[in-house]
């Protein structure tokens, strides 16, 4: 009796240590601290629930069990998703960037050889504002010290303005030199930095009124789909931990932002390079559209997040892709003696090899096979897709803006 009583005796004093680790004590606040500590630390793979078992070869470092807030906090924190939610993140930002400078970029400055269609172009411009600028005079002309090569360079950009009958019985070329100072100084040379002045001066006075940029939703397409497949992906990383509903969702989001990004990664090529044949056009922007529908479709099936479906995964997206290869060889057939086939093409397969190295490294798991548990914080298979399809996006980027030059320049 007297042992189990000083059992009883030994065990209040701990009892009452646990009522206590509540109160605002200087002990219970130690003790508080101590037990986050352990409740949020990283654990190995062979600790985590199914749902999070994805990648064998990533032995250690994972989240699991944590609260929505530490979650949302681990952002900032080391642990083996960091820089798979980060690489996208940054990507994310990268591309809403490039958006808002699209957007505010407007089409002000035409290449002088684009001017040999100022013919057609110049009935659709307002000839009278033009009249009023060029009677403004130049600003880039106060030393210019050779009028007559001014002159023949003119004439040369604009070969056939003065046989215009639009122009109502003025002439744009008589406009620029009554523009020019009278009298210039001779020299032994020719400024021809401050001709080449002249002429961007000329070219940025007229292309805007006679320019009509071209629809830009395609590009703004492939710019959205971009932005949202990144923000998923990102979001999707950094979630997915919490709990088996939340991580189901998240996946299928990221898969949805995946099919997103190579649907509309084939708008502008398809859109801007068949604009003039609508038949082609519209038939390349259906199928592409109801095949990135019909891959979202079945990727909210429950078996297509199974981790031995890996493969058939990267095959299914990476069979979109490959679906994009007709419409950029019938370009080259139309438009093969266009150097802007040819330089969108050269975007266009850097962009493939980017996506296509990625989506082996995804489905392969290198180099993480090669060497368990050491790429564990950094360098393994996820991390390296991230960066291939962000690579891969930016290329397409700039081959948009050649399509836009392209077409801002000729039209249909």
Request: glycine content about 6%; overall charge positive; aromatic content about 12%.
């Amino acid at each position: 009796m007297d042992e189990g009583h000083q059992i009883c005796e030994d065990w209040k004093p701990s009892s009452g240590a646990i009522e206590n680790h509540s109160m605002p004590s200087s002990k219970g606040g130690k003790g508080k601290r101590l037990w986050k500590k352990v409740k949020y630390q990283l654990v190995e793979y062979h600790s985590l629930p199914a749902y999070l078992r994805d990648n064998e070869f990533i032995l250690g470092h994972y989240r699991s069990g944590w609260p929505l807030k530490q979650v949302l906090l681990s952002i900032f924190t080391i642990h083996n998703e960091t820089l798979n939610v980060w690489t996208h993140l940054i990507g994310f930002f990268l591309f809403l960037s490039l958006t808002i400078y699209t957007a505010m970029k407007v089409p002000s400055v035409m290449d002088l050889h684009s001017l040999q269609h100022l013919p057609d172009l110049i009935k659709r411009a307002d000839l009278q504002k033009i009249h009023a600028l060029l009677l403004t005079c130049l600003p880039s002309l106060p030393n210019m010290p050779d009028f007559h090569r001014l002159r023949g360079e003119l004439k040369t950009s604009l070969p056939s303005v003065d046989l215009l009958p639009s122009l109502s019985g003025w002439h744009i070329l008589e406009l620029l030199t009554k523009c020019l100072p009278e009298r210039f100084s001779h020299g032994n040379h020719t400024d021809v930095s401050v001709l080449h002045d002249v002429k961007e001066d000329v070219a940025n006075m007229i292309a805007p009124l006679i320019l009509r940029p071209i629809t830009r939703w395609p590009f703004y397409a492939f710019l959205g789909g971009a932005m949202f497949c990144l923000l998923a992906s990102s979001t999707c990383h950094l979630l997915s931990c919490y709990s088996k509903r939340l991580s189901y969702i998240m996946l299928r989001l990221d898969y949805a932002g995946i099919a997103a990004l190579i649907s509309t990664s084939f708008y502008p090529p398809v859109y801007y390079s068949f604009m003039c044949n609508p038949f082609f056009c519209n038939l390349y922007l259906g199928f592409i559209t109801l095949l990135g529908i019909a891959t979202i479709c079945v990727s909210l099936l429950p078996v297509f997040q199974s981790p031995e479906f890996r493969s058939i995964r990267a095959c299914l997206f990476f069979g979109m892709g490959v679906s994009g290869v007709a419409p950029i060889l019938h370009k080259l057939i139309v438009f093969w003696h266009r150097p802007e086939a040819h330089h969108t093409t050269g975007y266009e397969i850097l962009m493939g090899a980017f996506y296509g190295i990625g989506a082996l490294v995804y489905a392969t798991r290198i180099p993480e096979r090669w060497k368990p548990g050491k790429f564990d914080i950094a360098g393994h298979s996820h991390q390296l897709f991230h960066v291939l399809v962000v690579a891969g996006a930016y290329t397409h980027y700039r081959a948009g803006l050649v399509y836009l030059n392209w077409r801002d320049t000729e039209g249909c």
